[in-house]
């Protein structure tokens, strides 16, 4: 197994962001796709901790009127899931990279495991254990 691979993005760019994870997962996709059983996990996972610049991304349940207070934050449509979603700084958003079958786990154990992990660090960082 390899190790964990963190990326720390300050004051990054919602699109660019996007097409970057984008790009390496299907990457690592086309690499497992191309290697033998012996070399089948050729790329660490990766974790992204991300503080992006201020946006506000729409779902696919998402209407420009779903934005409440309007200024001048850039708005882009995504394909996931929800209707509106603002990121900016100060707000770390983490994206997991990971190969759910090579840690053997389907997406909704993953999902539970996930929402763990966040009351952890929401409790640390309530209790000051936790800092950047």
Known sequence: MLPLEIKYLQNAQYEPTHAAMLARVLSRIEQKKSASSEQAQLSAD?????????????????????????????????????????????????????????????????QNKNYLSENNINDSISNKKFCL
Request: charged share 20%; glycine share 10%.
């Open 46 to 110: 990766e974790l992204w901790i991300v503080d992006h610049d201020n946006v506000f991304t729409l779902g696919q349940a998402g209407k420009p009127e779903h934005i409440l207070q309007r200024d001048n934050t850039p708005i882009i449509h995504t394909d996931r899931g929800g209707q509106v979603t603002w990121h900016g700084h100060g707000q770390l958003v983490v994206y997991f990279l990971f190969d759910l079958n090579d840690i053997n786990y389907t997406l909704k154990d993953f």
